[in-house]
């Protein structure tokens, strides 16, 4: 607890600095490029991406050693990773990990509700016929925190659930209703890949001021306290009757203006549960780390120290496969959910910061993400 208040000294001290100057650089200009999952079982949890969202496998096989090593896990332990992702995307993936001989594995957020703290709560993905895919869910042994529930956000009219499967892991799900979706969201026929990751903190504006005044990141959404006006049913599962007394306060930013690589932030005020901050780590099981290529890590990590915050991992350099050698660094939220930002290393290397492009690489799609905003 210490070294948190500490951290967040700096943070402060850091935004107080720049609110009187220009908005900080951002680290990286790129959204992140996959949600890494800690799991006991790839096949069984991959199930709900293919078999009802249709993601292909763009990637499967074992974790060399150096990742490993820079999972900060023992020697004895090794490893092995499935990349899902939908047909032509090659961003907003998902890597399922599941890691071994890396001693005991317990859930990040065990048996967690919206009001507890720490580690990444969901990946939040777009859906079409949300019925459908409920009943579907269900039937792979798959829950909900609470039925489909209807959300407003600004002028979007949603379908919004919580779906968790094996070993705790959250797919938040949402169906707009209307207006349309924009142009650049790509064509899908049941689920997109994962446009957003959510996190619930201690404290909106910590988390905030850490994502725009060290990562450099823009804001998509900084709302006031939402307090009902009369009871209502709510997709974060806030018991009805509270939902006139507890607010809660959202944040949702990226790294550049799109439809993808947002990252969302949310504080229930007043309705206190546990904190897991210290359980985001390897090999514990659940969404366990999210990676943003960089176009320089060495350079990347100065950035983020000079910013008065500390990295949870210093740069080093690994084969990622299907990307090739990167230099990687990693960091941990105020909160304590792992960010990793890569960057392609040596000249067997990728471009574009380790999205391979070469006809015939598992992901030589050419899918780009196009500017917009639809929540």
């Known amino acids: 607890m210490g070294a ?6 700096l943070l402060f001290t850091f935004a107080g600095a720049v609110a009187a100057t220009a ?3 951002p680290v990286t200009t790129r959204p992140w490029q996959e949600g890494v999952v800690s799991v006991t079982d790839l096949d069984r949890t991959a199930r709900f991406f293919r078999e009802i969202g249709g993601y292909e496998v763009k990637w499967r096989g074992a974790l060399d050693p150096a ?17 899902l992702g939908p047909p032509g995307q090659d961003t907003g993936l998902v890597r399922l990990v599941r890691f071994h001989g890396a001693g005991r594995r317990e859930p990040m957020r065990p048996g967690a509700r919206a009001w507890d703290t720490g580690c ?4 939040m993905i777009r859906m079409k016929d949300m019925q459908a895919i409920y ?11 609470t039925p489909i529930t209807d959300l407003s956000f600004g002028t979007s009219e949603l379908k919004v659930v919580v779906y968790r499967g094996p070993d705790g892991v959250q797919v938040q799900g949402y169906e707009r209703l209307s207006p349309p979706l924009p142009e650049a969201i790509p064509p899908f026929e049941r689920m997109t890949g994962p446009f957003n990751m959510m996190q619930m903190v201690r404290d909106r504006d910590a988390a905030y001021a850490f994502y725009t005044d060290v990562l450099g990141f823009a804001t998509f959404y900084k709302g006031k306290p939402y307090l009902a006006d009369t009871p209502e049913y709510m997709p974060l599962g806030i018991p009805v009757n509270l939902t006139t007394e507890i607010p809660y306060r959202a944040g949702i930013v990226y790294p550049v203006p799109g439809e993808f690589g947002r990252m969302e932030t949310i504080e229930i005020m007043g309705l206190d549960g546990r904190d897991y901050a210290d359980r985001c780590t390897a090999p514990n099981l659940g969404i366990l780390a999210v990676r943003f290529p960089v176009a320089d890590a060495e350079q990347a990590a100065q950035q983020v120290t000079a910013r008065g915050w500390p990295l949870a991992r210093p740069p080093a350099r690994f084969p990622l496969a299907p990307y090739g050698p990167v230099e990687a660094f990693q960091l941990k939220t105020p909160d304590g959910a792992l960010i990793e930002f890569y960057a392609a290393s040596g000249e067997a290397g990728t471009a574009a910061a380790g999205v391979p492009r070469a006809p015939g690489s598992p992901l030589a799609s050419g899918f780009s993400n196009d500017p917009g905003r639809a929540p």
């Not at 948190?4 to 000294?9: F, G, I, P, Q």
């Not at 990444?120 to 990946?123: N, R, W």
């Open 67 to 83: 990742e490993i090593a820079a999972w900060s896990l023992p020697a004895t332990a090794g490893g092995e990773a499935l990349l």
């Open 135 to 145: 009943d579907d869910a269900i039937a792979l042994g798959w829950w909900t925190e």
């Open 23 to 25: 908005a900080p650089a």
């Open 4 to 9: 948190l208040v500490r951290r967040l000294a």
């Open 120 to 123: 990444y709560f969901s990946i």
